[in-house]
C-alpha cells in the first residue's frame, strides 16, 4: 500500500489544460494560465514562475516536455503546435492541422511527436516540425494520445467511444471501442517483459477503468468510480497506475487492478501526472489548481 501525503498546491491553472507538463527532474510544471488561457508559465512547486511562453493565439489544450527535458512541446485552438526551449526560446511552431489541437505528445525515444485534432486526425512531425504522416480512423475529439515505452505503438482515446492503437512501424491498426467517450490510456506491464506482455489501461465515460491485454485482446475491468474518469498515469516502470474523476477521487492501483491508494478531494479532478521518479503525483482540479502529493510505498514486514 501507500503513504500518500498533501504536499503543495499551484493556482491560476486553465480547465482547459489538463495535459499539464511535468519536467523529467520532477521540479517544474508547465502549466496554461487561468487569467491567460493562451499563456504557458513554467513554475516550481511553490507555484513560483520562472518563464512564461507567450504566443499562442487561442486557448492552449495540452503541455509536455521531452524526455530529457530540452524541449517543451503545447498544443492550442489556434490550430498550431509550438516547440520551446524551457527558456522561453521558440523553436518552430507547426500549423498542418485543420482544427483546435487537443493533445500532443512526445515519443519516448525518437524525435517524434503526434497531435490530436478535434476532427479526429492524428498528424506525426518531427521535432523540427517536419510533417510525416497522417493517422485517419477517429471520427470525433481526440481527448489523449501516449505512447509505448519503445515508441512503436500510439493510443489514442476518442470522443468516438473508441480506443485506436496504431503499430508504426507496422502500419497496423487496431479499434478496442468502449461504451461512451474515451478520456485517456496509459501503457502497463503486466510482468515488466516485452512488448508481448503490456496492456491498454483506459479511463472512460461510465468510469470503469479497463485493462486489455495487447498480446490476447482479453479485457477486465475495475470500477474504481462512480463517475467520468478522465485522467490517468502511470509510472516510469508501469507498475503504479493513478487515475482522476469526476467524482471527486483519485485511485491508484497496479498494473493488475489491486487498488494501492485513494486521494477523496473537495472538488473535481481532470489531470494527473507522475514525477519520473514516482514520488510525487500532481491533480488538476476544475476550480483552477494543481495539487501536488507525495507518494511513498509501504513496505510490509
Avoid at 520532477?26 to 491567460?36: D, E, M, W
Avoid at 468516438?160 to 487496431?174: E, F, G, H, P, T
Avoid at 485482446?217 to 469526476?246: C, M, N, P, V, W
Wanted: aromatic share 10%; glycine share 8%; charged share 20%.
Amino acid at each position: 500500500m501507500l503513504s500518500i501525503e498533501h504536499y503543495g498546491v499551484i493556482g491560476d491553472v486553465s480547465e482547459a489544460c489538463w495535459q499539464f507538463g511535468v519536467s523529467p527532474d520532477g521540479q517544474y510544471l508547465a502549466v496554461a494560465a487561468r487569467s491567460q488561457p493562451d499563456v504557458i508559465q513554467i513554475c516550481n512547486f511553490q507555484g513560483r514562475i520562472f518563464k512564461k511562453l507567450e504566443g499562442h493565439r487561442g486557448l492552449v489544450h495540452s503541455i509536455a516536455f521531452s524526455p530529457d527535458g530540452r524541449t517543451l512541446v503545447s498544443a492550442s485552438l489556434d490550430k498550431t503546435v509550438r516547440i520551446w526551449s524551457p527558456t522561453g526560446s521558440l523553436y518552430t511552431v507547426f500549423d498542418r492541422f485543420d482544427s483546435s489541437v487537443e493533445s500532443v505528445c512526445f515519443a519516448p525515444n525518437v524525435p517524434i511527436l503526434a497531435g490530436g485534432e478535434k476532427s479526429g486526425l492524428i498528424v506525426l512531425f518531427d521535432i523540427g516540425g517536419n510533417y510525416i504522416a497522417t493517422l485517419h480512423s477517429p471520427k470525433d475529439r481526440i481527448y489523449d494520445l501516449i505512447w509505448s515505452h519503445d515508441s512503436e505503438l500510439l493510443a489514442a482515446a476518442c470522443a468516438d467511444r473508441n480506443l485506436y492503437l496504431y503499430n508504426i512501424a507496422n502500419q497496423v491498426k487496431k479499434v478496442y471501442k468502449h461504451p461512451g467517450p474515451v478520456y485517456g490510456a496509459t501503457f502497463s506491464s503486466s510482468n515488466g517483459g516485452p512488448s508481448g506482455s503490456w496492456k491498454l489501461i483506459t479511463t472512460c465515460e461510465d468510469g470503469i477503468i479497463r485493462f486489455i491485454a495487447l498480446d490476447d485482446g482479453k479485457l477486465t475491468e475495475a470500477k474504481f468510480h462512480q463517475k467520468r474518469a478522465i485522467g490517468i498515469a502511470s509510472t516510469k516502470d508501469g507498475s503504479l497506475i493513478a487515475t482522476a474523476s469526476l467524482d471527486k477521487t483519485v485511485q491508484m492501483f497496479d498494473r493488475h487492478g489491486n487498488q494501492q491508494g485513494k486521494i477523496e478531494l473537495t472538488e473535481e479532478a481532470l489531470g494527473i501526472a507522475f514525477s519520473n521518479d514516482s514520488r510525487y503525483l500532481y491533480i488538476s482540479t476544475r476550480s483552477g489548481h494543481i495539487l501536488i502529493y507525495s507518494i511513498t510505498k509501504i513496505h510490509k514486514e
